[in-house]
């Protein structure tokens, strides 16, 4: 399935847009690591969906704008975004960072939401549960922490970034540190507001996440009223990456 | 030309073996390592060196900001400047730095810093830092807003210190109703201020500019990085239509003097590579340079080189690239007299207690370098700058 990539230009802000396939409108929100390849998991969805993976502002190829401070920001941004290309039931699938965006962004207004997946998303802080600390970690051990197959990780690392992916790789860090390192990848005024989640709520979970254990999505389900959750087996922090078959088809079954 | 005493107060009892056994020196060195007894014989130790600084003819004492480490015990400098501000009598003390962005108020920071100017009468000299990268993973501060915050608290202080309050302030970092601080600085129109850094174009043109000419100090650095920012200091000043005073430039730097070369160098290197090694090397890149602390282009650069954030260095290597200075009196006066002459700074920051340097050495390393050293380097400012 061709995904086209295009530029949106949302009230002065410029982010790249990758959409692809047809069907019912499935927005990916990417986590700390960017979107800046087409992925199999986009593929694979885009044989059922109009599947759309913008780039947020300050990542990749998209503009960072001076307004960029905090999460809340990115939220209101992408409702902007859904104003402007005029989304109406779209199926808000968020990852790690961008699963915390899509929470955020469902808890202000999910008026152009049908459902909503987030996976292993950051955005709440559990007391007790140990979380990683990725702003420590060697960039070895951020690939292996990725991963519970240490094959793919192995896969990964062996391959040398050429000068543009040290680029996007820096400058998608600084926008990490910018959103996340304060309170450390959470929002202390997120979890108050949960409940107000309305649409049907999908939380999946890599079984041995170790950026975040999968022992948050328990939290999430209290938080989220008729939250569902899916634990994927054998896998880490990426599902959507690591086992992207199974990732497509919880996708499926949740919107069956 | 001055004269300065520079002490990190290391924690110089740490067991170096089981302390090996972590990845870092700092920030998630386990503080069970620390053991109060002895910190407090150092503490009281270390606070004697600084007073004996005095006697022995230093003009200045310098104190610093470092957090969660055994690399310097002074978390709060304004603590040890304050514990030396009733005991020293004539020189001055050097607050360098506090780090600005670190604090969620920065008045605080005129506040404290204007207290120890009236205690002593005018004698502090105000530095401010933004700390090293690892501040920011043991203050939490974003390191994204390290150099805004450090802008935006550099102007809130000096406007506290200059223009007559209350008056409101309303940055992007910080907001007050009222700044109106008391005590106003006993130094009019505020005490000097430094500006310590490992050298960034940014802050040199920051220290440089004619608004300012605050005297930049270039810190433990090989001698070629100290010549070239003290040179680009140099040149921003005349970009900008001056020509910049030695006493805007200076170099802090450990140094030992020992009886000979032989006996200086056997007598510092296990202790300088202590410091080096262990208590500063000990520091991974993620810990030293985390996301936003740095220009883009830095950081594009080391992820590229995959440089480490310190390498490791041996003593006589040290001594070779003039990161440090041992030797007899002859060599080490020789030596930095050769650099002053090359350089042209009119501050010399001594570090003569550095990692494990234990006190009689220590002892003896001021009392010779002020005895035969310091009258030397006097002597030949006077030619080079004529005073």
């Known amino acids: 399935m061709a995904f086209c990539e295009e530029i949106c230009n949302i009230r002065g802000s410029r982010i790249t847009l990758k959409r692809g396939g047809s069907g019912r409108k499935l927005l990916f929100l990417h986590g700390a690591n960017g979107a800046s390849g087409v992925r199999p998991f986009m593929e694979d969805l885009a044989r059922d969906f109009d599947v759309l993976v913008p780039e947020h502002p300050g990542f990749g190829g998209s503009d960072e704008p001076e307004w960029l401070d905090n999460i809340h920001d990115v939220a209101y941004f992408y409702l902007d975004f859904l104003e402007q ?44 549960i140990k979380r990683g600390d990725m702003f420590l970690w060697s960039p070895e051990e951020r690939v292996r922490n990725l991963f519970h197959d240490q094959k793919l990780a192995d896969r990964m690392l062996a391959q040398p970034p050429t000068a543009e992916q040290i680029e996007i790789e820096v400058k998608n860090s600084y926008t990490v540190a910018r959103l996340a390192w304060e309170p450390r990848m959470f ?56 086992k992207p078959q199974e990732f497509a088809r919880l996708l499926r079954e949740f919107c069956r | 030309m001055n004269i300065l005493l520079f002490h990190l107060m290391p924690y110089a009892d740490l067991d170096l073996r089981e302390a090996d056994k972590y990845p870092h020196s700092w920030v998630t060195l386990p503080n069970r390592f620390y053991d109060p007894k002895k910190g407090h014989a150092l503490y009281n130790r270390y606070l004697d060196e600084m007073e004996y600084a005095e006697d022995l003819g230093f003009d200045a004492v310098c104190v610093n900001e470092h957090h969660q480490t055994a690399y310097g015990l002074m978390p709060s400098p304004i603590v040890t400047a304050s514990a030396l501000s009733r005991r020293i ?33 005018g004698r502090l000299i105000s530095g401010f830092v933004r700390g090293i990268g690892c501040e920011y993973h043991a203050s939490g501060v974003n390191p994204t807003y390290s150099l805004a915050r450090f802008n935006e608290a550099h102007d809130l202080i000096v406007r ?25 600085p006993y130094q009019q129109p505020h005490p000097p201020i ?24 270039q810190t433990f650095s090989p001698i070629k990085a100290v010549a070239k920012n003290l040179l680009m200091y140099r040149d921003v000043a005349k970009r900008h239509g001056y020509t910049s005073a030695p006493s805007q430039l200076g170099w802090a730097t450990p140094v030992y003097v020992g009886e000979t070369d032989e006996a200086a160098l056997a007598e510092c290197s ?6 080096r090694n262990r208590f500063l090397g000990k520091m991974s890149l993620e810990m030293l340079m985390p996301p936003g602390y740095t220009s883009r282009e830095s950081a594009r650069a080391i992820v590229a080189a995959k440089t480490a954030a310190h390498e490791k260095v041996d003593t006589r290597r040290a001594d070779e690239l ?19 002459t090359q350089i042209g700074f009119g501050n010399l920051l001594a570090m003569l207690q550095f990692g494990t340097l234990p006190a009689d050495l220590t002892r003896r390393n001021m009392e010779r370098f002020a005895e035969y050293v310091m009258p030397r380097l006097r002597q030949a400012a006077k030619e080079l700058y004529g005073s």
Request: hydrophobic share 40%; glycine share 8%.
């Open chain 2, 89 to 121: 009598k004539r020189a001055k003390i050097a607050i360098l730095g506090s780090a600005l962005p670190l604090r969620a108020n920065p008045l605080t920071v005129a506040e404290e810093h204007a207290m120890i100017d009236n205690i002593t009468g």
């Open chain 2, 160 to 184: 506290a210190w200059t223009e007559p309050g209350p008056f409101e302030f309303h940055g992007k970092h910080y907001h007050f109703e009222y700044v109106n601080v008391w005590p106003r």
């Open chain 2, 322 to 340: 003039g990161m440090m200075t041992c030797g007899s009196p002859r060599t080490v006066a020789d030596r930095l007299i050769d650099y002053m």
């Open chain 1, 85 to 128: 290309l005029n989304l109406r039931d779209v199926f808000l699938v968020g990852a790690s960072l961008g699963g915390w965006l899509a929470l955020e962004i469902a808890i202000r207004d999910a008026s152009r939401l049908s459902r909503l997946s987030a996976v292993g998303p950051l955005g709440i802080h559990v007391p007790g």
């Open chain 2, 194 to 217: 430094w500006i310590p850094s490992q050298g960034s174009r940014e802050t040199i043109e920051f220290a440089a500019h004619p608004a300012r000419k605050y005297t930049y100090l």
């Open chain 1, 187 to 242: 929002d202390p005024h997120l979890a108050k507001w949960l409940h107000r989640i309305k649409v049907p709520t999908q939380i999946i979970w890599g079984d041995s996440d170790r950026i975040l254990p999968a022992a948050y999505a328990a939290e999430f389900a209290r938080l989220i009223p008729g939250a569902r959750v899916d634990i994927v087996g054998q896998c880490g922090h990426t599902p959507h990456n690591e």
């Open chain 2, 270 to 275: 296990e202790h300088y590579e202590n410091f």
